[in-house]
C-alpha cells in the first residue's frame, strides 16, 4: 500500500490537480482492563489505510480506503476528483495553501522499553497491584487500565515532500468510585495518563500510590460538608489547569474556527485576528504556547499531516493574545506565514484539519509552596469531573472531583459540590501566580470534525492561583 | 438479502461467508465477530462554499475468542479470511494469557432477529454532486436573504453482521441521510436540520426556510438574568437532555454500580407521569439495526413508563449479572460504557402545535439547540449547557425577542417533572450524537415546561 502512494499523487497531477497528498496509516493499539481485581478486558486492535486530497479547480476532493487492491487504490483517484468537482460547483473561496519547502526524512519516538513487548501476565499483574492498593471500606468500583499504541505512517505530496513516522505512545487509567449509604457516590479517576514513551513512563507514573491517593480522594469526599458558596481563591493543580487550557485557550486559537469550518459543530472563537496584540485574555502571569517539539508530548511529531516540521509559537504572552494554530489552508486563507503546523487527522480515513499540538500554560516562578501561602482562605481543585463549553470557547462551567481546604496556607480536610463558571478572559485575568511545578498530560480523545476525529494533544501546567472566583456548591 | 445490491453494499454473502470460515476452525471454546462497515460521504460547507469533501469507506471487525472463561479481543479492518484467521489467534492467545472473567454469560444463541429496515437503495447511491445541488439551493435561499450558511450534507451506508461459533449469523444494511444548515448574520443566527434513513427526508428548501426564520429573529440580543424560567424546549434540545439521562443512567451496569438515577429506585415515581421512554430499535424512524454487537436480537425496553423507573437495557454480561436476559444493547466497548447502551430512544409526545407550546408561555425561554452539554451529577442526571443558534425570549405566549445564549444547568428528572404541553415527534440527535460522539437517536417531541433553571448568559 505504501509503495503505490507516488504513483497516486503522480496519477493525480497528469489530471490536473494543483495539490495531491497521499498517506497510508497504520495503528496498532494494545490494551488491558481490570476491574475489582478481575481481568475485564484485553484487546489488540490494528488498522490500515491510504487517504488521498487532491485541490482540483481550487477546490477539496478527499476519499480513503483500507482495502489495497489496484481498483481501490483507481476508486479513490476518481472519488476524489468527483468530490473536488462537486466542491467546485459551490465555492466562493478558492483553496490557497500558504508555501511550504519539500521535506524529507523520518521520525521516531524515543522509547527505552517497547510496550507492545512487555508480558501480558506482567502487565496484568501490574494492574492487579494497582486494583488492590485502590481498596478501601467504601469503594464500590476499582477499574485500572494500561494501554500502548504504534502509529505508522508515510506521506507523500505533489509539492516534493516525502515524510515517514513511527509515534509510540504508552498509557493508564485509573478510577475508583466510592459509595456510602446516605452519601452521594465519589469517585475520583484520571484517563489522561498517557505519553509519547514505552512502558518505562507506566513504571514512572507509580500507579499504585495514585490508586491509593484516588480511594483515599474518594472516601474522604463520601464524608465531607458542603463547600461554602462565595467566592473564593481557587488554586487548580496541573492536572485540573491542563484541561482548563485545552478548552478555553487551545480551542479558540484553532484558525479553522475564524473560516467558520467548524461553525456548525464545534463553534467559533472570541478572539478574531483583529484581536492579534490587543485582546487581554488574562493576567501578565498568564502565557501559553503551542509546541510540537516538547519531549513525550502527545502533541508531539515530526511532521503534521501537510507535511510541516515541527514547530512552536506563542498564543499568549504575558496575557495578551498573539497567535493561532494554523493549517497550509488556514495560513494561507488568512494571509500569514506558517507559525506553526497543526494540520492532523485521526486516521488514514480522515481529512486534516486544525487540532491543538501541546499547548501549554508556561511556568511560573513561583514554589507550589509559595503559591499556597498566599491563600488565607481557599481551595485546592485537584481534578475536573464535568466541563461544558460554548461555541465561541467563551461561557464554560467546570466541576470537580475533589476539592480541598486551603486555611492559612496549609491544606485542610476536603469539602464537596464545588463548580464554578466563568467567562474566559474574566477567569484568566484572575490568576495571580504560576508555580514551578510544570508536567505535562496527554489526552487521547480531544473531538472535533465531521465526520468526528479524536485527537490525540498534550498540554502541560504548573500549578496555579486565581483571586474572588465565584463558586456554585450543589449537593 | 443474500446479494448484493449493488456495488456501494458488499452484500450479506460476502460479508457471512468469510466470518463462517474463519470460525470453523478456531482454537478457542468459543468465538463471535462484529463487522461495521462503513462509506461516509460528508461534504461540508461555510460562508456558503463547500469546504471539506470526503468520501471513507471502513471496515471494523473485532473477533472475541473465548478459553474456559477468559476473553480476548482483537481488531482488523480486513475481511480475508487469512486476516481473521490471524485475529481470532490473537485473539485466542489473549484470552490464554489473561484470567477467567467469572460473569462471563458466553457468545449469543441464534434467535429470530427482525428483518432491517432501515437500508435505502436511493439513498446509498446519492453521489457528491447531488449532495453539492442540495448545498447549493440552501446558499442560494441564504444569499438572497442577506446571509451567509454553513452546515453538513452526509450520507452514510452501514452494513452490520455477527457471527459466533453457536451458529449465529445476521446481517444488517441501512443508510442515514443528514442535512444541516446554520445561518449566520452579524447579529445572530439560525438553525434546522433533517435527519432520516432515506435521502427523500431532505428538504433543502425547508432547511432553509427554518434557519433562515430563525436566524431573522436573532438580532438585539439581551442578556437573561440567572433563575427559574418557564421554558419551550425544541427537539433538538429534548434530545440533548435524553443523551445525558441514556448515557448516565440507562445501561444495566450503571444501575448495577450504584451510577444511575434509577439505581435503586426501579418501580419508583422518578419523575412527572408526563414522560414515557422506551429504547425502540425495531422502529426503522429511529435508524436502528434489529441486533446488538454480540449478534443478540434488540427488544423494545419501556425505560421510564409515566414518570415511573422501568428498568435498564443490558447487554448479555450485565444480563447476567442482574439475573434476567438481555435486551440486545451491547455495543462497541471502545466508545460506549459496557453493561448495554440504550441508543434509540422513543419519548411519547402529544398534539401541541409549535404555537400552541410558545403560546402556553407567560413569561420564558425558546431553547432551539444546545452546544457541549455534559453532566457534572450523573446519579442525578444533571445536565448543564449553553444555548446555540436560535434562543428566544417568550412573553405572554409570543416571540418578544432574541436572547444571548443562556447556560442551563437542571436535572432531567426535574425538567421532565414540569412538563406541561408536547408536540409531535420527529427524529432528531443531540449535539454531540450529530457527530457520532456517543451516538444516541431519537424519536422525540418538542415540549412546554413549567420550569427551566437559568444558571448563566453569555455575552450579548
Known amino acids: 500500500m505504501e509503495a503505490r502512494l507516488a504513483d497516486l499523487v503522480a496519477l493525480a497531477a497528469s489530471r490536473g490537480a494543483t495539490y495531491a497528498d497521499a498517506r497510508s496509516v497504520e495503528r496498532e493499539h494494545e490494551a488491558v482492563n481490570v476491574k475489582d481485581g478481575a481481568v475485564e478486558s484485553v484487546m489488540r486492535t490494528s488498522d490500515r489505510g491510504v487517504g488521498f486530497r487532491v485541490v482540483h479547480r481550487g477546490a477539496w476532493g478527499f476519499a480513503a480506503t483500507d482495502r489495497a487492491d489496484d481498483a481501490a487504490l483507481r476508486g479513490i483517484i476518481d472519488d476524489a476528483f468527483r468530490r473536488a468537482e462537486a466542491s467546485a460547483s459551490v465555492q466562493r473561496r478558492t483553496v490557497k495553501l500558504a508555501p511550504l519547502a519539500p521535506q524529507r526524512g523520518e521520525y521516531r519516538s524515543e522509547v527505552a522499553r517497547d510496550p507492545f513487548a512487555v508480558p501480558l501476565a506482567e502487565r496484568i499483574d501490574h494492574l492487579r497491584a494497582v486494583d488492590e492498593a485502590a481498596a478501601g471500606p467504601n469503594v464500590r468500583t476499582r477499574r485500572s487500565s494500561v494501554a500502548a499504541y504504534r502509529t505508522r505512517k508515510r506521506l507523500i505530496t505533489s509539492d516534493g515532500t516525502d515524510v515517514s513516522?513511527?509515534?509510540?505512545?504508552?498509557?493508564?487509567?485509573?478510577?475508583?468510585?466510592?459509595?456510602?449509604?446516605?452519601?452521594?457516590?465519589?469517585?475520583?479517576?484520571?484517563s489522561r495518563l498517557t505519553r509519547q514513551a514505552g512502558w518505562e513512563w507506566i513504571e514512572e507514573l507509580d500507579l499504585p500510590s495514585r490508586a491509593r491517593r484516588y480511594r483515599d480522594d474518594a472516601e474522604?469526599?463520601?464524608?465531607?460538608?458542603?463547600?461554602?458558596?462565595?467566592?473564593?481563591?481557587?488554586?487548580?493543580?496541573?492536572?485540573?489547569?491542563?484541561?482548563?487550557?485545552?478548552?478555553?485557550?487551545?480551542?479558540?486559537?484553532?484558525?479553522?474556527?475564524?473560516?467558520?469550518?467548524?461553525?456548525?459543530?464545534?463553534?467559533?472563537?472570541?478572539?478574531?485576528?483583529?484581536?492579534?496584540?490587543?485582546?487581554?485574555?488574562?493576567?501578565?502571569?498568564?502565557?501559553?504556547?503551542?509546541?510540537?517539539?516538547?519531549?513525550?508530548?502527545?502533541?508531539?511529531?515530526?511532521?503534521?499531516?501537510?507535511?510541516?516540521?515541527?514547530?512552536?509559537?506563542?498564543?499568549?504572552?504575558?496575557?495578551?493574545?498573539?497567535?493561532?494554530?494554523?493549517?497550509?489552508?488556514?495560513?494561507?486563507?488568512?494571509?500569514?506565514?506558517?507559525?506553526?503546523?497543526?494540520?492532523?487527522?485521526?486516521?488514514?480515513?480522515?481529512?486534516?484539519?486544525?487540532?491543538?499540538?501541546?499547548?501549554?500554560?508556561?511556568?511560573?516562578?513561583?514554589?507550589?509552596?509559595?503559591?499556597?501561602?498566599?491563600?488565607?482562605?481557599?481551595?485546592?481543585?485537584?481534578?475536573?469531573?464535568?466541563?461544558?463549553?460554548?461555541?465561541?470557547?467563551?461561557?464554560?462551567?467546570?466541576?470537580?472531583?475533589?476539592?480541598?481546604?486551603?486555611?492559612?496556607?496549609?491544606?485542610?480536610?476536603?469539602?464537596?459540590?464545588?463548580?464554578?463558571?466563568?467567562l474566559t478572559p474574566d477567569f484568566w485575568g484572575r490568576c495571580d501566580a504560576v508555580a514551578d511545578d510544570w508536567e505535562l498530560h496527554g489526552f487521547l480523545s480531544c473531538a472535533k470534525g465531521e465526520p468526528l476525529q479524536l485527537m490525540r494533544v498534550g498540554h502541560g501546567a504548573a500549578h496555579a492561583r486565581f483571586r474572588d472566583v465565584p463558586i456554585e456548591v450543589r449537593e | 438479502m443474500k446479494t448484493a445490491e449493488a456495488t456501494i453494499l458488499r452484500g450479506e454473502d460476502a460479508i457471512l461467508t468469510p466470518l463462517r470460515e474463519a470460525l470453523q476452525d478456531v482454537a478457542a471454546d468459543e468465538a463471535?465477530?462484529?463487522?461495521?462497515?462503513?462509506?461516509?460521504?460528508?461534504?461540508?460547507?461555510?460562508?456558503?462554499?463547500?469546504?471539506?469533501?470526503?468520501?471513507?469507506?471502513?471496515?471494523?471487525?473485532?473477533?472475541?475468542?473465548?478459553?474456559?472463561?477468559?476473553?480476548?479481543?482483537?481488531?482488523?479492518?480486513?475481511?480475508?479470511?487469512?486476516?481473521?484467521?490471524?485475529?481470532?489467534?490473537?485473539?485466542?492467545?489473549?484470552?490464554?494469557?489473561?484470567?477467567?472473567?467469572?460473569?462471563?454469560?458466553?457468545?449469543?444463541?441464534?434467535?429470530?432477529?427482525?428483518?432491517?429496515?432501515?437500508?435505502?437503495?436511493?439513498?446509498?447511491?446519492?453521489?457528491?454532486?447531488?449532495?453539492?445541488?442540495?448545498?447549493?439551493?440552501?446558499?442560494?435561499?441564504?444569499?438572497?436573504?442577506?446571509?451567509?450558511?454553513?452546515?453538513?450534507?452526509?450520507?452514510?451506508?452501514?452494513?452490520?453482521?455477527?457471527?459466533?461459533?453457536?451458529?449465529?449469523?445476521?446481517?444488517?444494511?441501512?443508510?442515514?441521510?443528514?442535512?444541516?444548515?446554520?445561518?449566520?448574520?452579524?447579529?445572530?443566527?439560525?438553525?434546522?436540520?433533517?435527519?432520516?434513513?432515506?435521502?427523500?427526508?431532505?428538504?433543502?428548501?425547508?432547511?432553509?426556510?427554518?434557519?433562515?426564520?430563525?436566524?431573522?429573529?436573532?438580532?438585539?440580543?439581551?442578556?437573561?438574568?440567572?433563575?427559574?424560567?418557564?421554558?419551550?424546549?425544541?427537539?433538538?434540545?429534548?434530545?440533548?437532555?435524553?443523551?445525558?439521562?441514556?448515557?448516565?443512567?440507562?445501561?444495566?451496569?450503571?444501575?448495577?454500580?450504584?451510577?444511575?438515577?434509577?439505581?435503586?429506585?426501579?418501580?419508583?415515581?422518578?419523575?412527572?407521569?408526563?414522560?414515557?421512554?422506551?429504547?425502540?430499535?425495531?422502529?426503522?424512524?429511529?435508524?436502528?439495526?434489529?441486533?446488538?454487537?454480540?449478534?443478540?436480537?434488540?427488544?423494545?425496553?419501556?425505560?421510564?413508563?409515566?414518570?415511573?423507573?422501568?428498568?435498564?437495557?443490558?447487554?448479555?454480561?450485565?444480563?447476567?449479572?442482574?439475573?434476567?436476559?438481555?435486551?440486545?444493547?451491547?455495543?462497541?466497548?471502545?466508545?460506549?460504557?459496557?453493561?448495554?447502551?440504550?441508543?434509540?430512544?422513543?419519548m411519547a409526545g402529544g398534539r401541541a402545535t409549535r404555537d400552541e407550546l410558545i403560546g402556553a408561555v407567560g413569561r420564558g425561554v425558546l431553547i432551539t439547540r444546545f452546544h457541549y452539554t455534559n453532566t457534572p451529577d450523573p446519579r442525578a442526571a444533571t445536565l448543564t449547557g449553553t444555548t446555540r443558534d436560535g434562543t428566544f425570549l417568550i412573553e405572554d405566549g409570543r416571540i418578544a425577542g432574541a436572547l444571548a445564549n443562556v447556560r442551563y444547568t437542571m436535572s432531567a428528572l426535574d425538567l421532565f417533572a414540569g412538563i406541561e404541553l408536547l408536540g409531535a415527534q420527529r427524529l432528531a440527535r443531540d449535539w454531540w450524537s450529530s457527530n457520532g460522539m456517543g451516538s444516541v437517536v431519537c424519536l422525540v417531541p418538542p415540549m412546554k415546561v413549567r420550569r427551566a433553571t437559568i444558571t448563566g448568559s453569555s455575552p450579548a
Open chain 1, 165 to 190: 513516522q513511527e509515534i509510540v505512545e504508552s498509557g493508564a487509567g485509573l478510577s475508583v468510585l466510592a459509595v456510602k449509604a446516605g452519601a452521594k457516590p465519589a469517585q475520583r479517576y484520571d
Open chain 1, 220 to 422: 474522604a469526599t463520601l464524608d465531607a460538608p458542603l463547600a461554602e458558596e462565595r467566592p473564593t481563591t481557587l488554586v487548580f493543580a496541573p492536572e485540573f489547569l491542563a484541561l482548563l487550557v485545552h478548552e478555553s485557550c487551545g480551542h479558540p486559537t484553532e484558525a479553522d474556527r475564524l473560516l467558520e469550518h467548524e461553525v456548525a459543530f464545534a463553534g467559533t472563537t472570541f478572539m478574531w485576528p483583529q484581536d492579534r496584540g490587543r485582546l487581554r485574555y488574562g493576567s501578565p502571569h498568564v502565557s501559553m504556547t503551542a509546541d510540537a517539539t516538547v519531549p513525550h508530548g502527545m502533541g508531539t511529531f515530526g511532521w503534521d499531516d501537510d507535511g510541516v516540521p515541527a514547530m512552536r509559537t506563542k498564543l499568549v504572552d504575558k496575557g495578551i493574545f498573539v497567535g493561532y494554530l494554523t493549517s497550509r489552508e488556514t495560513a494561507g486563507a488568512l494571509g500569514v506565514p506558517i507559525a506553526i503546523g497543526s494540520a492532523r487527522a485521526e486516521g488514514w480515513q480522515h481529512f486534516p484539519i486544525v487540532r491543538m499540538v501541546n499547548v501549554s500554560l508556561d511556568p511560573g516562578s513561583f514554589t507550589y509552596r509559595e503559591l499556597l501561602r498566599g491563600v488565607d482562605r481557599g481551595l485546592l481543585l485537584d481534578a475536573p469531573a464535568s466541563y461544558s463549553l460554548d461555541d465561541k470557547r467563551q461561557n464554560f462551567h467546570f466541576s470537580t472531583q475533589s476539592a480541598r481546604v486551603i486555611r492559612g496556607g496549609e491544606i485542610e480536610g476536603y469539602v464537596r459540590g464545588v463548580s464554578f463558571q466563568s
Open chain 2, 32 to 346: 463471535d465477530i462484529h463487522v461495521r462497515r462503513r462509506r461516509a460521504a460528508v461534504t461540508r460547507y461555510s460562508h456558503s462554499s463547500i469546504h471539506q469533501n470526503a468520501l471513507s469507506d471502513e471496515t471494523h471487525v473485532r473477533v472475541r475468542a473465548i478459553v474456559g472463561k477468559a476473553v480476548g479481543v482483537a481488531t482488523t479492518n480486513s475481511l480475508e479470511v487469512a486476516d481473521l484467521r490471524r485475529a481470532l489467534g490473537d485473539a485466542a492467545s489473549l484470552a490464554r494469557a489473561s484470567r477467567p472473567d467469572d460473569e462471563w454469560p458466553g457468545v449469543a444463541e441464534p434467535a429470530p432477529i427482525a428483518t432491517p429496515q432501515a437500508y435505502d437503495e436511493a439513498t446509498a447511491r446519492v453521489d457528491a454532486a447531488e449532495q453539492a445541488r442540495g448545498i447549493g439551493a440552501i446558499c442560494e435561499a441564504v444569499a438572497k436573504a442577506g446571509y451567509r450558511a454553513a452546515g453538513t450534507h452526509a450520507i452514510e451506508v452501514t452494513e452490520d453482521a455477527v457471527a459466533n461459533t453457536r451458529g449465529v449469523a445476521a446481517y444488517a444494511p441501512a443508510t442515514v441521510a443528514y442535512l444541516r444548515a446554520l445561518v449566520l448574520s452579524d447579529a445572530g443566527s439560525g438553525y434546522a436540520e433533517d435527519l432520516g434513513w432515506r435521502v427523500a427526508a431532505l428538504d433543502p428548501a425547508g432547511v432553509a426556510d427554518r434557519a433562515i426564520a430563525k436566524c431573522g429573529l436573532d438580532r438585539d440580543r439581551r442578556q437573561l438574568p440567572p433563575g427559574d424560567y418557564e421554558a419551550v424546549f425544541e427537539e433538538l434540545a429534548v434530545a440533548e437532555i435524553l443523551r445525558i439521562v441514556s448515557l448516565t443512567g440507562l445501561g444495566g451496569q450503571s444501575v448495577r454500580e450504584g451510577r444511575s438515577f434509577m439505581s435503586g429506585r426501579i418501580g419508583e415515581q422518578v419523575t412527572g407521569d408526563r414522560l414515557t421512554l422506551s429504547d425502540d430499535a425495531l422502529d426503522p424512524r429511529t435508524l436502528a439495526i434489529p441486533f446488538d454487537d454480540e449478534g443478540e436480537p434488540k427488544q423494545r425496553v419501556v425505560l421510564i413508563e409515566r414518570g415511573v423507573a422501568k428498568g435498564p437495557v443490558h447487554d448479555r454480561h450485565s444480563a447476567k449479572a442482574m439475573g434476567t436476559r438481555s435486551t440486545g444493547h451491547a455495543a462497541d466497548e471502545s466508545r460506549y460504557q459496557p453493561g448495554g447502551h440504550a441508543g434509540n430512544l422513543t
